[in-house]
């Protein structure tokens, strides 16, 4: 039922820092958990981050812990993954999802189309 759209990949060099937005459409989005999936053609999709309805509550995967900050503005509709500390590893396409607070992608209802995050060696 959500639209998300998202923006802000591109090509960094490792160690570098990028941040990565997620807009939503309707009036509801304050209502939903959210999170973030990453993928490539080596890898299946998996889970990076997710962040409670309110913005009070997040979980990391722990290749990205200490390094990837998952933030929210529900006034602005907005989900935001800071990335620090980059590594080429991290490469992929960047999925922003919500309907759920999880590590799995099937309790999640609504996706993006994703962006594109590459790190160069």
């Known amino acids: 039922q959500v639209h998300l759209v998202e923006s802000g990949g591109k090509l960094v060099q490792a160690g570098g820092s990028l941040s990565l937005s997620c807009v939503a459409s309707?009036?509801?989005?304050?209502?939903?958990?959210a999170g973030w999936f990453r993928q490539s053609p080596v890898k299946e999709r998996e889970f990076v981050a997710t962040?409670?309805?309110?913005?009070?509550?997040?979980y990391y995967a722990n290749p990205v812990k200490g390094r990837y900050t998952i933030s929210r503005d529900n006034a602005k509709n907005t989900v935001y993954l800071q990335m620090n500390s980059l590594k080429p590893e991290d490469t992929g396409v960047y999925y922003c999802?919500?309907?759920?607070?999880?590590?799995?992608?099937?309790?999640?209802?609504?996706w993006g189309q994703g962006t594109q995050v590459t790190v160069s060696s």
């Open positions: 309707g009036r509801t989005f304050g209502n939903y958990a």
């Open positions: 962040i409670s309805s309110g913005g009070g509550i997040t």
């Open positions: 999802a919500l309907g759920g607070y999880s590590d799995r992608s099937d309790e999640y209802t609504s």
